[in-house]
């Protein structure tokens, strides 16, 4: 010791020398141990001192529901993903079930109250998803991860190293399809507090300012109050009961089952798959020297025969089985694109008490037998077990198994996605018929978020249409306008106090299809659009198989920029042109083909059918507005919707400018298909409407009509959102080949019931089911079943 040293400082360094002494690496804190050294900001953890790791979480793809070919190109895809790791790559596969708090999760469904006169209704919408929420199991929260690590000198060489790992494996999930993201270094703390909080409703607070003035490390946020380990067979963590096993694999053909039925056990759970990729050349030495040992003790045996007089050719079985087996690996490792791959399986049962945990632990077993394979207890392990299922890529468990690229794969980490966002616009569409989970979706994070909602009568079409719309006007700010063919909405409008414009011959409403406004065009002349518009309303009226005539159409077009000129000078409501403007000013014109157009408007303007020559004297303004139709004849009809679609586009347009989405709802969508004039210019909306700011939907049950139309094309590839009830026999098939639908899928819509069916959210496609309580008041409202609605006359 030296001899400068004061006798307090002598002290003091014999007590750290006498303390060093005493130290048997046994952990005498939580946090102790906790396998890490330290945690950066951007995620690197240094778990030993030439060890780091990186952690990715990654997002469900459809793997249990789709297409059989389809099924294969991802097993494909997932072999080519595992063989990008080279033996210099450690990583750990991570399946997480856990417990979310219950009033947390409440709180991301319930709907905020606001200052109008709907709150009565927001408050039983509310418990309604609160019943719905208790359905299902949206309690376990189901998170996947990657964490991959490699070993370096330091943090300045690991780090580059990392980053390309991360880049290569982010396009690998992109090229699956897999959404993926990176977990920063308080992702990965939050992560591990999860676990180790998940028998207690702890939050994590953490801050990395907080660690200077404090003196405390990373690990006092996440550990839990104790660990203990009695008996070796089983552990506790605070107040948690927890049993770690390990899965021994004897089965000779695996199924791509396994994993999923481990994951669908609705019990808090820790999934981890240690995987180690083997260097090729030493892989396949190995195996030859397995081959040579065993041709040896073949040869041992055959001359045992000999000597005992039986044929030589007869061997023990399990020889020979071993033999042939090896030298089947060694070809397919030397030939095909087969890698070798050290495997350790891990799983964590927990349970409250005791006896839940020994039978949730008795459920993992019976499935792990269920596959022809073990679960077998980590007798004295456990400690060791449970910081192996840490998301760090530190396996301290020597149980290993030998598998190809293909066997590997066959525990395939994807299922069926979930549709859960908590975003504060996400509507309410049902139950995942799979999980029993809530679906809670925003249309507008889609791409395209223009939407169709197909079924069979009877099937809730109309019924989810009224349910998406009454969520929408709850929790949103966005105008709402439907077209409504069959007078069947007009009860859910009055309860929401909006506006039902009536139009039919007999009708004071009226709406003036010539209405213009300043923002109804992209570009400086909003003129154009609208005449394109009156072309399609006058060949609609013009009518015949030919339709209007280029000299017709150019008539047209003269004396619509004649008859707006005045309005454009003066842009007062009096000087808004009306029909019997333009059919004044055809009379006006020299040619003749100018004339004949001007009698086909004639009993528009001044016959039987005039009631769309009138200045508009509705309220069209009003945040929720339907446009009811029933009582127009056959003829109008059509003329009705297409002039209800411009009015729609003119709300759109004023709608925009003040960063306002307006949802645009059309009934019986077949039947402006089925007119070419009508067609296209639905098919131009369709377009133009997400570039506006408008979320169009069509809902229809005669989807033969509907895929009868050479514009549907155009239709479903501008449509991220379908929403696909029960559907008739002849619609299946032709849908299935439109969208692409596995049988397995096409299932949920043959002969389903009530509220059940398909949804398609961009790539996601999930089977639903929404069976909507019906003793609320709001259902009485929304149905149109004739024996509800007597139930509530009567009432």
């Not at 990654?58 to 991802?74: F, M, S, V």
């Not at 991360?166 to 507090?193: P, Y």
């Not at 409703?201 to 104790?226: E, H, M, Q």
């Not at 008996?231 to 390990?246: E, I, P, Q, V, W």
Request: net charge negative; aromatic share 10%.
């Amino acid at each position: 010791m030296p001899k400068n040293l004061t006798k307090a400082q002598a002290r003091q360094v014999q007590e750290i020398i006498e303390r060093a002494k005493r130290d048997d690496s046994i952990p005498r804190t939580a946090q102790q141990s906790i396998p890490f050294q330290r945690m950066f900001p951007d995620g690197i953890c240094r778990v030993s001192d030439r060890y780091y790791t990186k952690t990715i979480q990654y997002q469900d793809i459809n793997y249990q529901l789709a297409q059989q070919e389809d099924k294969t190109a991802i097993f494909e895809e997932w072999c080519s993903f595992l063989n990008f790791f080279d033996s210099s790559i450690h990583f750990e596969l991570s399946f997480m079930n856990m417990a979310t708090d219950a009033e947390v999760f409440e709180k991301n469904i319930r709907i905020p109250l606001r200052n109008d006169h709907f709150n009565s209704v927001r408050s039983e919408y509310s418990q309604m998803l609160k019943t719905q929420l208790a359905q299902g199991n949206n309690g376990l929260t189901k998170t996947k991860y990657i964490t991959f690590g490699i070993e370096a000198e330091s943090m300045r060489e690991a780090k580059p190293r990392l980053d390309h790992v991360q880049t290569n494996l982010m396009n690998n999930f992109k090229r699956l399809g897999v959404v993926a993201k990176v977990l920063n270094g308080k992702d990965r703390l939050q992560l591990m507090h999860a676990m180790f909080h998940m028998g207690d409703n702890d939050r994590f607070y953490f801050d990395w300012n907080w660690l200077a003035g404090s003196g405390l490390s990373v690990k006092d946020f996440i550990a839990p109050t104790s660990f203990s380990f009695p008996g070796g067979r089983t552990f506790t963590m605070g107040n948690l009961h927890g049993a770690m096993s390990y899965l021994q694999i004897t089965a000779s053909d695996l199924s791509d089952q396994l994993l999923k039925d481990f994951l669908d056990m609705e019990t808090s759970e820790i999934v981890t798959m240690h995987i180690q990729s083997v260097d090729q050349t030493a892989a396949i030495k190995q195996i030859k020297h397995t081959i040579t040992e065993l041709d040896r003790s073949k040869i041992e045996e055959q001359k045992k025969a000999v000597r005992a007089g039986y044929d030589m050719d007869i061997i023990p079985s399990d020889l020979a089985t071993y033999g042939k087996d090896a030298k089947a690996l060694l070809k397919e490792l030397q030939s095909q694109n087969e890698r070798m791959f050290l495997i350790t399986f891990l799983i964590m049962n927990t349970g409250k008490t005791e006896q839940e945990l020994e039978n949730n632990v008795f459920q993992a077993s019976s499935i792990a037998q269920k596959h022809n394979c073990n679960l077998r207890r980590l007798d004295f392990q456990q400690e060791q077990g449970l910081m192996s299922s840490l998301p760090l890529a530190n396996n301290l468990i020597e149980i290993q198994r030998a598998l190809t690229t293909s066997s590997t794969a066959i525990f395939i980490p994807f299922t069926t996605q979930e549709l859960f966002q908590n975003g504060d616009e996400a509507l309410y569409y049902g139950l995942n018929a799979l999980s029993n989970n809530l679906i809670m979706v925003d249309r507008k994070k889609l791409k395209n978020p223009n939407g169709l909602i197909l079924g069979t009568p009877g099937s809730g079409k109309s019924f989810s249409a009224k349910r998406e719309i009454t969520n929408a006007f709850l929790v949103t700010d966005d105008d709402v306008i439907i077209c409504d063919p069959e007078a069947e909405y007009t009860p859910l409008v009055n309860c929401l106090e909006g506006q039902v414009i009536k139009i039919s011959p007999t009708s004071t409403h009226y709406i003036n299809p010539m209405d213009i406004n300043e923002s109804y065009s992209e570009d400086d002349n909003p003129l154009a659009l609208k005449a394109d518009f009156i072309l399609s309303l006058c060949e609609l009226i013009v009518g015949g198989k030919e339709g209007l005539q280029p000299i017709e159409k150019t008539v047209i077009d003269r004396c619509v920029h004649q008859i707006y000129q005045h309005y454009f000078e003066d842009p007062k409501p009096e000087n808004m042109p009306l029909l019997e403007d333009l059919y004044h000013a055809l009379l006006q014109q020299e040619e003749k083909e100018a004339h004949r157009v001007a009698t086909a408007l004639e009993i528009y303007v001044k016959g039987s059918l005039n009631l769309f020559n009138h200045r508009t004297n509705v309220d069209i303004n009003n945040r929720f507005v339907c446009y009811d139709i029933k009582e127009l004849g056959k003829q109008l009809k059509k003329i009705g919707m297409l002039i209800v679609q411009d009015q729609v586009w003119g709300r759109v347009t004023a709608n925009r400018s003040a960063g306002k989405t307006t949802r645009y709802y059309m009934d019986e969508f077949h039947l402006l298909l089925k007119e070419e004039q009508t067609a296209a210019y639905s098919v131009e909306i369709w377009k133009r409407f997400r570039k506006w700011g408008g979320i169009p939907t069509g809902i229809t049950q005669n989807v033969k009509d509907l895929l009868s139309s050479r514009e549907v094309e155009n239709i479903f590839e501008n449509s991220d959102f379908v929403y696909m009830l029960n559907q008739a026999a002849g619609d299946r098939q032709i849908l299935a080949q439109q969208l692409n639908i596995s049988p397995h899928q096409l299932s949920y819509v043959t002969h389903s019931g009530e509220g059940e069916g398909l949804l398609f959210y961009g790539n996601v496609i999930l089977p639903f089911v929404d069976h909507f309580p019906t003793d609320l008041a709001l259902y009485k409202i929304m149905t149109t079943k004739l024996s509800d609605i007597s139930e509530t006359k009567e009432a």
